[in-house]
């Protein structure tokens, strides 16, 4: 049975940055993608998000304020796992 989607609201767009929130009903998920940029991970909620990853399955507890980033390239399918909404704000370097 496909997973809802994740709901991504593009809140800033420049020449620099693009500043993205993202939501995440119970068990929705973003899709398969791949980085094109560096990026950092604001979480806005507590909670836990499944990463499927080309390496296999890896579980990321989310603090709210508790940031941290990834490089160009990281390829994954993130996943809410749990019984509420998930959030964070996603911030990528151009």
């Known amino acids: 049975m496909p997973r809802p989607a994740a709901i991504a609201t593009e809140q800033i767009r420049n020449a620099r940055t693009v500043v993205t929130e993202w939501r995440f009903p119970p068990s929705a998920e973003t899709g398969w993608h791949t980085h094109g940029h560096d990026y950092v991970v604001v979480p806005t909620t507590g909670g836990e998000l499944l990463l499927e990853t080309p390496e296999g399955e890896r579980r990321v507890p989310l603090s ?30 151009l």
């Open 64 to 93: 709210p304020g508790q940031s941290y980033t990834r490089p160009v390239g990281t390829a994954h399918n993130v996943i809410n796992p749990t019984g509420q909404e998930v959030a964070f704000i996603e911030i990528e370097f």
